[in-house]
């Protein structure tokens, strides 16, 4: 597993590349063997979805009856939906590199959108922090999530755009895939894993 200064090293790359700076792929080790690291990424990420399903949790038994259980199976339901959420586009992707003919960018793709999911997890886990906080703050939490979602979507094509070669009609449709998947899938899997309020 990679170390806090490896991971802040290829962050570093992540962020030049998101400045869109040439040199940040330097940074990145898109290497096979960095390929396969880069889904590290998804441990590292692990303590920011703890407070998202911490305060999802909250938020469910609050719409639900009071004798509603939501032990350790609602994380592990919570925990596949993520799992799936982050496989499911580079799954589609992969299947579609051959035919649409963008094989020979899909290592540096994966590899740099690993690594980005890590500050966009923190950067999701802020609203949800604050509901653990403040309750009364869901409101704002609400806006602040669309916010940084939006936020998120922009830098991913920012990302995937460096990562093809600035090529802006492939960036958009990558960028729709790592979006849409596993949000139409997400909540297809909330419904039936039952983590969804009735």
Same mark, same amino acid.
């Given at each position: 597993?990679?170390?806090?200064?490896?991971?802040?090293?290829?962050?570093t790359g992540i962020f030049l590349l998101?400045?869109?700076?040439?040199?940040?792929?330097?940074?990145?080790?898109?290497?096979?063997?960095? /390929?396969?690291?880069?889904?590290? %990424?998804?441990?590292?990420? #692990?303590?920011?979805? !703890? @407070?998202?399903? $911490? *305060?999802?949790? =909250?938020?469910?038994?609050?719409?639900?009856?009071?004798?509603?259980?939501?032990?350790?199976?609602?994380?592990?339901?919570?925990?596949?939906?993520?799992?799936?959420?982050?496989l499911l586009p580079l799954v589609v992707?992969?299947?579609?590199?051959?035919?649409?003919?963008?094989?020979?960018?899909?290592?540096?793709?994966?590899?740099?959108?690993?690594?980005?999911?890590?500050?966009?997890?923190?950067?999701?886990?802020?609203?949800?922090?604050?509901? /653990?906080?403040?309750?009364?703050? %869901?409101?704002?939490?609400? #806006?602040?999530?669309? !916010? @940084?979602?939006? $936020? *998120?979507?922009? =830098?991913?094509?920012?990302?995937?755009?460096?990562?093809?070669?600035?090529?802006?009609?492939?960036?958009?449709?990558?960028?729709?895939?790592?979006?849409?998947?596993?949000?139409?899938?997400?909540?297809?899997?909330?419904?039936?894993?039952?983590?969804?309020?009735?």
């Open positions: 597993m990679p170390k806090l200064d490896e991971v802040l090293y290829y962050l998101l400045r869109q700076k040439q040199e940040g792929f330097g940074w990145l080790d898109l290497t096979l063997r960095g /390929l396969f690291r880069s889904f590290w %990424a998804f441990v590292w990420c #692990l303590p920011a979805f !703890a @407070v998202i399903w $911490a *305060s999802w949790r =909250l938020y469910y038994l609050g719409s639900m009856p009071a004798e509603t259980p939501a032990g350790v199976g609602f994380f592990v339901k919570l925990l596949v939906i993520d799992v799936v959420g982050w992707l992969v299947g579609l590199a051959r035919p649409l003919g963008y094989g020979k960018y899909l290592a540096t793709v994966v590899t740099a959108s690993n690594w980005v999911a890590v500050p966009f997890s923190y950067a999701a886990a802020i609203p949800f922090a604050l509901t /653990l906080v403040l309750p009364t703050s %869901a409101p704002f939490a609400g #806006l602040l999530l669309y !916010a @940084v979602f939006g $936020a *998120s979507v922009v =830098l991913q094509f920012r990302l995937v755009w460096m990562c093809v070669g600035k090529q802006t009609l492939l960036a958009s449709a990558m960028t729709a895939i790592f979006v849409l998947p596993p949000m139409i899938v997400g909540q297809e899997l909330q419904r039936i894993l039952g983590t969804l309020p009735a």
